[in-house]
């Protein structure tokens, strides 16, 4: 695939700085990630190269796959390894990892998807691990500025199914599956980081 057919994510570029910001912290201990839903891939090969420590796992669902080889191929990394398909409705991979970290998903994917998202955790989450999602959220049910309250109506008329999620709804099924809130970070373009961290005994 040549440079110019490579898939693009705008938004990859212009809000990666402030995610990596958080993840050098936050992965600073951890040793493999597995990333939920890569996209383009351009995230992956950012992030990875610059924190050597870990193995970043990427993986998107098979019509996805071809994308995110292709920017795996252009700027290959070391700890960056080739993605997995993995649709979260279907059987997922058996893996092993300290944390899941998925960016400007959960509002593209049907309700009844991000509930079996979280219920998928626990098959590949070590007990103690974290769950990272990156991406516009409604807190006490109120948007987070008046450009999500547009961004979501976009969605609904593009894909009724999809929307931006409550956090206290993500909250319980984050519970659901054994894990508690530990940060709420607030981000540049009214987008959020959150973080759940499984329970040590589940």
Same mark, same amino acid.
């Given at each position: 695939?040549?440079?110019?057919?490579?898939?693009?994510?705008?938004?990859?570029?212009?809000?990666?700085?402030?995610?990596?910001?958080?993840?050098?912290?936050?992965?600073?201990? =951890?040793?493999?990630?597995?990333?939920?839903?890569?996209?383009?891939?351009? $995230?992956?090969?950012?992030?990875?190269?610059?924190?050597?420590?870990?193995?970043?796992?990427? =993986?998107?669902?098979?019509?996805?796959?071809?994308?995110?080889?292709?920017?795996?191929?252009?700027?290959?990394?070391?700890?960056?390894?080739?993605?997995?398909?993995?649709?979260?409705?279907?059987?997922?991979?058996?893996?092993?990892?300290?944390?899941?970290?998925?960016?400007?998903?959960? $509002?593209?994917?049907?309700?009844?998807?991000?509930?079996?998202?979280?219920?998928?955790? $626990?098959?590949?989450?070590?007990?103690?691990?974290?769950?990272?999602? /990156?991406?516009?959220?409604?807190? *006490?049910?109120?948007?987070?500025?008046?450009?999500?309250?547009?961004?979501?109506?976009?969605?609904?008329?593009?894909?009724?199914?999809?929307?931006?999620?409550?956090?206290?709804?993500? *909250?319980?099924?984050?519970?659901?599956?054994?894990?508690?809130? !530990? !940060?709420?970070? /607030?981000?540049?373009?009214?987008?959020?980081?959150?973080?759940?961290?499984?329970?040590?005994?589940?």
């Amino acid at each position: 695939m040549s440079e110019s057919l490579l898939p693009d994510a705008p938004s990859c570029v212009r809000n990666r700085e402030p995610i990596l910001g958080h993840l050098r912290r936050l992965l600073a201990n =951890s040793r493999k990630v597995l990333e939920v839903g890569s996209g383009t891939g351009q $995230h992956a090969v950012y992030f990875a190269p610059q924190l050597p420590q870990l193995t970043w796992q990427t =993986s998107e669902r098979v019509d996805m796959l071809p994308g995110v080889r292709a920017w795996l191929e252009k700027q290959p990394a070391q700890n960056l390894r080739p993605p997995l398909a993995l649709d979260v409705d279907k059987d997922w991979p058996e893996l092993n990892v300290d944390t899941v970290f998925t960016a400007n998903t959960l $509002h593209i994917m049907s309700r009844g998807s991000v509930q079996r998202f979280f219920h998928k955790l $626990h098959s590949v989450l070590q007990p103690g691990g974290q769950l990272i999602v /990156y991406g516009p959220m409604k807190i *006490d049910g109120v948007f987070v500025g008046p450009s999500n309250a547009d961004f979501d109506l976009w969605l609904k008329e593009r894909d009724p199914a999809s929307g931006i999620r409550d956090l206290e709804w993500l *909250d319980k099924l984050a519970d659901d599956a054994g894990m508690q809130r !530990e !940060e709420l970070n /607030y981000l540049p373009a009214n987008n959020q980081l959150v973080v759940w961290r499984k329970n040590d005994n589940k």
